[in-house]
């Protein structure tokens, strides 16, 4: 990029974080009456929506050498814009909690859901389920921007992996049951919708255990390199300082 085009990327990065920050003072201002759980879910997806654009804006920023010395990296910018992020997030998290025992379930309006003596316990315990794996799939998306250790990641997968397997059982579970295909659950294609973003993010998350696996190989190499030369140069003083013996013979 040139300079005129790097200078649009960190321009509309300030955008973006008052775009976070404008969603988020709204949500403050807005009467407890207002955050019910379609509120919450939309403001939680127009959030993600503004920092993914934020983050994929600094990773193109990182590939350009010329920003060293900018006041966007060293004021670590996208730091500030991710601490923004997260607040906004833990804060709707909080109003989730205070919502009333019957829209608890929660996930993108589910309860709207009719709570009827016709929601089987078998619904309930799949939208607890996928609500559960909704807010560890929000987590990942943050700690694939953060570095973490190969460790963390592969916990990740496999915390993912179990909650989805659940999640899938369930889904499986309730198609048989007769009389829900008029759920909400069904109609807004919620298992669906849930899936293609839990296929996005463990893609993500092998890639960048990939990262973490070529940059091992390469610090193995580095350093097997390192010990054949150091061994070389231990046997090379020892060839250097081992004077010759001259033999002479008597004739």
Known sequence: MDIQQI???????????KEIGRIFNNIKKDATSRKTEKYIAERRSRLTEVFTKASANHS??????????????????????????????????????????CQQPGVQDLEKVRTTSNSSARMKLQLYRINQLRQNLEK????????????????????LQKQCDKVEEGHFSICEEENVLEHSYFQDEVFENLKTNYDDIIERL????????????????????????LCWTKHRRIFVEVRPVVITHVI
Do not use: W
Not at 7 to 17: F, T
Not at 221 to 226: D, K
């Open 206 to 229: 092998y890639e960048k255990l990939q990262q973490h696996q070529t940059i091992h190989k390469s610090s193995d190499t580095l350093e097997h390199m390192l010990e054949v030369y």
């Open 7 to 17: 200078n649009e990327v960190v321009k509309s990065q300030e955008s973006h974080y």
């Open 60 to 101: 193109l920023i990182e590939d350009q050498e010329i920003l060293e010395e900018h006041t966007y990296m060293k004021s670590d910018y996208f730091g500030i814009i991710k601490e923004l992020y997260k607040d906004a997030m833990d804060y709707l998290e909080q109003c989730e909690t205070k919502l009333p025992t």
């Open 140 to 159: 990942a998306a943050l700690a694939i921007e953060d570095d973490r250790s190969s460790y963390h990641y592969k916990t990740l997968l496999e915390t």
